[in-house]
């Protein structure tokens, strides 16, 4: 019972703070999580491009869009048909703006439609969902100790909740050589060389999905599934190359403590298991960020 709360929440605020709160201009990503005993392998794949026009001498349009699709591979039979879940899409379109609010803080809004399905029976409406987020970020980069503060709300279809969720991130560079991160979705520890090209990290970070099933799936005990979820928290160690300040490659591997993958019903209510288990996580890509 106590793990099926924490899943919950961990749903909840991946819906909210999911895959596609990225400041990157270009990111491009393989993510594998290998068969466990649930006899389910998953390979994603991802691509993010975003594209700031400057407006006003600090007023900047952010456009863009990201796709991320998954690969699943079925081990063991289960007792449902699984060919239409095997290949699962969610396409984003972003379109943000942000503008100097006074000497201290930058506002920035977004807001991402989204199409989240199967896409067996072309595009329904039960695919669409959209996220709405609204942030003041204060950073200081040319001191001793720079930091970067992130607060706001943000509001996603997915989660069912009638009212937005608080962000809340904060970044301390503490030592020349070393720096880190709380909040949420993602809390780290950087160690970086003196030469500044790599960078060593230990992280706890959120991962997940919710997806809709266009054609339901018929369940044991007459349950209907109609979308697939995952929630997971997952610890991993990493190394990231920077060929600039900007650029980089980097590579995670890590272990998921808490892991949920769901099939729901109508009413978002846990209609069919598929894995509840801890397993390896590994993660690489190559990105263009702003920070």
Same mark, same amino acid.
């Given at each position: 019972?106590?793990?099926?709360? @924490? ?6 605020l991946? /819906?909210? @703070?999911?895959? /596609?709160?990225?400041?990157?201009l270009?990111?491009l ?8 005993? +649930? ?5 994603r ?8 026009? *400057?407006?006003?001498?600090h007023n ?19 007792? %449902?048909?699984?060919s239409?879940l ?8 972003n ?7 006074n ?15 199967n @896409?067996?029976?072309g595009?329904?409406n039960n695919d669409?969902r959209?996220?709405? +987020?609204?942030?003041l970020? *204060?950073?200081?980069? =040319? ?6 503060l992130?607060?706001?709300? /943000?509001f996603? +279809? ?5 009212f ?7 970044y301390?560079r ?17 160690y970086?060389s ?10 706890? @970070?959120? =991962?997940?999905?919710?997806i ?8 044991p ?6 979308s697939? +979820?995952? /929630?997971?928290?997952v610890?991993a160690?990493?190394y990231?190359?920077? %060929?600039?300040?900007?650029?980089s ?9 808490l ?16 894995? =509840? ?8 890509g190559f990105?263009?960020g702003?920070?």
């Open positions: 019972m106590k793990q099926h709360f @924490f899943c919950c929440l961990l749903f909840l991946i /819906s909210c @703070f999911g895959l /596609s709160q990225t400041p990157d270009l990111r990503e393989y993510t594998a999580i290998p068969e466990n005993d +649930s006899g389910i392998r998953t390979n794949y991802r691509a993010v491009l975003n594209a700031p026009i *400057k407006i006003k001498e900047y349009l952010v456009i863009g869009g990201e796709y991320n699709t998954y690969e699943f591979r079925v081990g063991q039979p289960l007792p %449902f048909e699984t239409t095997e290949r699962l899409h969610i396409v984003d379109f379109l943000g703006y942000s503008f100097k609010w000497e201290t803080w930058r506002f920035v809004g977004a807001v991402q439609p989204r199409l989240a399905s @896409f067996v029976l595009i329904e669409f959209v996220n709405l +987020s609204a942030v970020l *204060k950073e200081k980069k =040319d001191i001793d100790r720079p930091f970067r992130i607060v706001g709300l /943000s996603n +279809s997915a989660t069912g909740l009638p937005p969720l608080p962000i809340v991130n904060y301390r503490f030592h020349p050589n070393w720096s880190y991160t709380i909040g949420i979705p993602r809390q780290d520890v950087k970086y003196n030469s500044g090209k790599h960078v060593l990290q230990a992280a706890l @970070f959120l =991962d997940g999905y919710f809709n099933i266009q054609n339901d799936v018929l369940l005990n007459n349950n209907v599934g109609t697939i +979820s995952l /929630s997971a928290l610890s160690v990493g990231q190359y920077k %060929f600039t300040k900007e650029i490659f980097y590579t995670l591997l890590g272990y998921s403590l892991q949920e993958g769901l099939i729901r019903d109508g009413n978002r209510n846990r209609a069919f298991t598929l894995n =509840d288990q801890g397993n390896i996580y590994l993660r690489t990105k263009i702003i920070f």
